[in-house]
């Protein structure tokens, strides 16, 4: 009733003063909060422009973008749902609201074809790769990217997800073409790192050559940034593990304090049985 006489006083003053009615259209209806008005515009503004969007001819890369904003959007749901749901209902909730990447997969490859001479092709096929990684989407996928866009420097983005590839001549094969056949220094330093960090997480024997991996990236490629570091601070790093921490090899010294704050190093229980256990919070 407030609102009504709301109206109803808008329009007298209008019709006094000479102000168009046309521009009260806008005042709540009868039982409608301001508040409540303002969300109804606002949907009814949103489903305006995605009618638009409807209608116009998207690019092969705002078509890329909408199929990952779906996906996107999808696990966003699931994640919620799953964060607030009862122990018990949990997987329930992965049933019925997880996003399986590998779903999504078939109509990123579809799109990649059907728009192989434009990046977002390469967008989507990298999506494919790095979020499915294994299985028979995820090879066909690098196998597209490997046979129509090995020279792009894009490929980066697949270099580090390889090194977590099972063991086979395939995986192993598609590391050393991106570093034999990349033009772009950061490809080929980031697939030698990937190589040498796949050999040794498949358990190969050759050291030697792994060794000789993680050399060639710290004296050609260190330089190359990765996220907060560099490859040369990974390379390091796997080097003197290599180097320093292999079974029947002597402990480096280690120092610090003990619960009493008494400063103590490890060569002080040098002949006798010690457990070293490293552990972290993140």
Known sequence: MKNLWLTMACLAIAACVGIPTMGFANCPAPGMTWQEKGDQDKEEAQDEDEDADDDEELTPKEEFRAMAKEYKSAMTKFRKAYATAEKDERRAVVDELYPNPADFAKKMIEFAKANADDEAALDALS?????????AAADQALDIMLTDHIKSEKMFAICGMLAFKPASEENEAALQRLIDESPHDNVKGMATMSMANYLKRNKSKDMDRIEALYQTVLDQYGDVKVRATTLAKRAEGALFEIRNLQIGMVAPNIEG???DGV??????????????DFWGDW
């Open 263 to 276: 400063e103590f190093q490890l060569e002080d229980y040098r002949g006798k049985v010690v457990v070293i």
């Open 257 to 259: 304090s003990d619960f």
């Open 127 to 135: 999506w494919v790769v790095t979020r499915v990684r294994n299985g």
